[in-house]
């Protein structure tokens, strides 16, 4: 059974860098699957932010790309977001998710249980 | 940018046939996903590939795409499906796109 755990700072302050860890367990993180990031704003849908894939590949959304950048620790069997320049509007729920697609074009299988980040001084 | 429209509610009695539709353009030529959100808990695959079924899921839930139009029907819907339904595709340009989601009440 995959289980991801998301994990970081609640509280982060406008205009700094929002950095969320997903710890993976049950599957490799150099496998052959898209780990993803998804955010829910409250009381609002699902948002796709990314993903990455066996390390070096990466697909952002394209209204987050500036802002956006990921990364996989094989070692801690673990991937990374961070987010530049925060304000409130990103203050929402952000889950950690798989994604065993061919082609990273969803498919979401295993979710985190979300991790509430609050954007405020 | 590539949309995905849901009815934003659907109603339905216990025992009988609830369908939620997603509509988006050419949409019978993407791969459909649907997913269940309960109250307070991270979402959950039902519908992969426009009508395949995780393992573990019932056999009540099943989707279908054609045209612009993909479905998900519940068939004999139980309270424990009362949640938030939201459809999901790819689009070369937005890349993976959700709709704006369909509340489900059981009454």
């Known amino acids: 059974q995959v289980q991801l755990q998301e994990s970081g700072p609640g509280l982060v302050k406008p205009s700094q860098t929002l950095a969320l860890t997903c710890a993976v367990s049950?599957?490799?993180?150099?496998?052959?699957?898209?780990w993803t990031w998804i955010r829910q704003h409250p009381g609002k849908g699902l948002e796709w932010i990314g993903y990455?894939?066996?390390?070096?590949?990466?697909f952002y959304n394209p209204s987050l790309r500036s802002r956006i950048a990921m990364s996989i620790d094989t070692s801690k069997n673990q991937f990374s977001l961070t987010l530049d320049s925060v304000t409130a509007a990103d203050t929402a729920i952000y889950y950690c998710?798989?994604?065993?697609?061919?082609?990273?074009?969803?498919?979401?299988?295993?979710w985190g249980q979300g991790k509430l980040v609050t954007v405020s001084s | 940018s590539y949309e995905l429209t849901q009815p934003p509610s659907v109603s339905v009695s216990p025992g009988q046939t609830a369908t939620i539709a997603c509509s988006g353009d050419?949409?019978?030529?993407?791969?459909t996903s649907w997913y269940q959100q309960k109250s307070g808990q991270s979402p959950v695959l039902v519908i992969f590939?426009?009508?395949k079924r995780p393992s573990g899921i019932p056999e009540r839930f099943s989707g279908s795409n054609s045209g612009n139009t993909a479905t998900l029907t519940i068939s004999g819907t139980q309270a424990v499906d009362e949640g938030d339904y939201y459809c999901?595709?790819?689009?070369?340009?937005?890349?993976?796109?959700f709709g704006g989601g369909t509340k489900l009440t059981v009454l």
């Open positions: 049950g599957a490799s993180i150099s496998g052959g699957d898209y």
């Open positions: 990455i894939y066996k390390s070096a590949n990466t």
């Open positions: 998710a798989r994604d065993p697609s061919r082609a990273g074009r969803g498919q979401f299988d295993f």
């Open positions: 590939q426009d009508t």
């Open positions: 050419d949409l019978g030529h993407r791969y």
């Open positions: 999901q595709a790819w689009d070369s340009t937005t890349a993976v796109v």
